[in-house]
């Protein structure tokens, strides 16, 4: 099973962690994540993050989801890319619980897992006002 890594700047990545157990349970296996906080040195945190890989990495990879493509965490995940290990810009909880369900079951597809998180952003002011106009053509 692939492991995940969730990398954040501030507790975001830790908030996804927690909303995840809210759904799958308490001990989810391979799920680590790690928060950037002020001061943090960034090739410290890009050695916490390269440990932290080989720890949920027990041999089919890790895929880790960053929040912000350009961003230290981002920046100093790249290094790690490479056979069985992903990286993810842009993480959100759609995308996480995609990797979690599909994990259990076979091979993760990075790319439907990116798509996704797309299809997971919706205005719903225009959405819906848009559904309205649908139903008032039906009538």
Not at 16 to 39: N, P, T, V
Not at 77 to 93: H, K, P, Q, V, Y
Request: charged residues 30%; negative net charge.
């Amino acid at each position: 099973m692939k492991g995940i890594l969730l990398i954040s700047h501030g507790e975001m990545a830790k908030g996804m962690a927690d909303s995840a157990r809210l759904f799958f349970g308490d001990e989810i296996e391979q799920l680590g994540y790690l928060c950037l906080k002020e001061g943090d040195s960034p090739d410290e945190f890009g050695a916490q993050i390269a440990k932290k890989a080989d720890e949920l990495d027990t041999g089919d990879g890790v895929i880790i989801l960053a929040d912000l493509f350009g961003g230290t965490p981002c920046n100093q995940a790249t290094s790690l890319l490479g056979e069985g290990r992903d990286l993810i810009s842009g993480m959100n909880f759609a995308m996480l619980m995609q990797i979690l369900s599909d994990r259990d079951y076979g091979d993760v597809d990075i790319s439907e897992v990116v798509q996704v998180g797309k299809d997971g952003i919706m205005d719903l002011k225009a959405a819906l006002s848009a559904d309205e106009k649908e139903d008032d053509w039906l009538d």
